[in-house]
């Protein structure tokens, strides 16, 4: 069983940035793929960027491309998505998520952080 903590969420103004990050208390083959989800209160869960371990596979959700980077520490275990330019928009409750393979599908993650809230202010 892996756990996943993230965290770095909090209030920002409208332009400014946040980076949010998730530590994964292990690795197997569920965890090859990491990825960023966000939901809204009354809203599906929505994909926003995953990546592999090795880095050489990351995908944006098109709302999030050229304002959103996601990398990860693979000495830290540690995935984290720096947020630029941050919009109304991109307020919600982000979770970081573990697979085996990409996806933009939350059904196929198999692990998940608690949430993480980022508020943006005008």
């Known amino acids: 069983q892996v756990q996943l903590v993230d965290s770095g969420g909090g209030l920002v103004q409208a332009g400014g940035s946040l980076r949010l990050s998730c530590v994964a208390s292990g690795r197997s083959w569920r965890t090859t793929v990491m990825a960023w989800f966000r939901q809204v209160p009354g809203t599906e869960r929505e994909f926003v960027a995953q990546t592999t371990w090795n880095g050489d596979h990351s995908n944006y959700a098109d709302s999030v491309k050229g304002r959103f980077a996601i990398s990860v520490d693979n000495a830290k275990n540690t995935m984290y998505l720096q947020m630029s330019n941050l919009k109304h928009e991109d307020a919600a409750l982000y979770y970081c998520?573990?697979?085996?393979?990409?996806?933009?599908?939350?059904?196929?993650?198999?692990?998940w952080g608690q949430g993480t809230q980022v508020t943006v202010s005008s």
């Open positions: 998520a573990a697979g085996s393979a990409l996806s933009k599908e939350d059904s196929h993650y198999y692990y």
